[in-house]
Each structure stands twice: as C-alpha cells, then as structure tokens.
C-alpha cells in the first residue's frame, strides 16, 4: 500500500516557531512545513511554481509565505497573492502551489502527503500531555529500522502510522517513526507527560538513550537495506 495513504510524522511541534520554515522529506519526497505567526502548521509541496526554488528557504510574513529568490508571496491556501516585480498585477488563480494536510497531535506535527480536495481520514491518535525530547536521524531504511524497533517497542499507533512506546525503558519514550527517504529514518521522541511535571534530569537521560539507539541501529543494520522497497511500498505497514 502506497505511503501516501496514511498520516506520518515529519517534526516536532515545538521545533517549527511562529513565522518559521523549514524542509523535510517523506518516502524521499520534498515537503516545506511551516508555522505562520498566528501558530498554523503548514505543510506545502517545497517548491515554488516560478522558478522551482524550494520555498523553506522562504520567509513567513503573517498568514503567508514569500520565496527566497523573487518575493512571491502565498497565502495559507498556497494561492500566489503578490509578486513583488508587478504589484499590481491581479495574479491568476493557476498560479498556486501544492498543498497537503497537516495536524498536531500528541507533541509531532502529521503530513498526509496525498493532495486532497475533500478531507483527509482523520488521525485516530490521542492527544496528551508529553514533553518533547529530540529528532533522531538514523541513515537506515526506515522498514528495517521499524522491523528492529517493533521487537523491543510495542506499537500504539493506528494501522499504518508507527508511533512506538518504549514501556521498558526509564520515563517510556514514545517515537513518531518518519520515512525520511530510502536509506534514512527520522524518530520524532517524546516522554508522556507535561515539563513542569518530568523527573530532573529524564530528557537528558531519554535524549542519551536516544543517542545509544543511532549508534546501535547504524551499527547493526545495512544504511542501504531494503532501498527499492521502502518508498511507498508494500514494506510499509498498511
């Protein structure tokens, strides 16, 4: 089943301020998210229609995005509504770019990286107090590294969405599994509970644990495991 057809991690929330971008990849497709400064997620196809410049490289001036290279600027919609060298020209409604859904649940910002004209399925994922920790990138494929971690986590994830609970370990991190690309995993990793109520020291201790976990992954598995299977294919969970 096609990775498009599910919800999937792509940052922590806290990680993308107000009037902030920044870039990303899912199944080694290229994704610009962005918060506009009245605290809206957005996640948009990173390329701008005019000369193709990748719009995290942007800048976010309220409500709407402008591009790096010529000024164009885009409304949350992803509707083009200014371009700078003619400002007063009616810019045509063609000129728009691609955008996807995007929600934040239990501390990580969701993609669901199918362009839809009605409303995506919604993400059967609870929401609760967490405390963010870090953003791990591993350089495995992403259906090996979830095949490992599924053998020492259980998942608490709705079908074909990886949210992992690590119950054995101290403060039991949670981690959001990305499908960066062919041969690199992202793991979005929270603790359950607020900050203020978090034991001194335990996302220090989980960002360590965390730490371990790269090397131990990058030393067991092939960074080219599985390269022709996992992006979007049948290797991911359906």
Known sequence: MSGT?????????????????????????EFCIWRDTGGVAHAW??????RGMRLSFGFVRGD???????????DEKGQCRLI??????DVPPTICVTTFPCVER????????????????????????????RSLYIDCAPAAVLRALTAHAQDIG????????????????IAAVQPFGAA?????????????TQRP???????????????DLEQTLSPGELPSTVCGNSTWPS
């Open 201 to 215: 020291g335990a996302r220090r201790q989980t960002a360590e644990w965390a730490e371990e976990l790269r090397h």
């Open 106 to 133: 239990l501390g990580v910002l969701w993609i669901y990286p199918h362009h839809m004209v009605e409303a995506p399925p919604d993400l059967p994922v609870a929401e609760r107090d967490v405390s963010p920790v």
């Open 158 to 173: 709705p079908p074909g969405v990886p949210l992992l609970s690590f119950a054995s370990v101290a403060d039991q991190p």
């Open 84 to 89: 700078p060298a003619h400002p007063t020209l």
């Open 45 to 50: 196809e990173d390329r701008c229609p005019h």
């Open 64 to 74: 709407r995005i402008a591009c790096l290279y010529h000024g164009w600027q885009y």
């Open 5 to 29: 057809e599910h919800w999937h991690p792509a940052a922590l929330s806290g990680g993308l301020e107000p009037g902030r971008s920044a870039g990303t990849r899912l199944f080694d497709r």
């Open 184 to 196: 690199k995993t992202a793991l979005h990793i929270v603790v359950p509970g607020a900050l203020r």
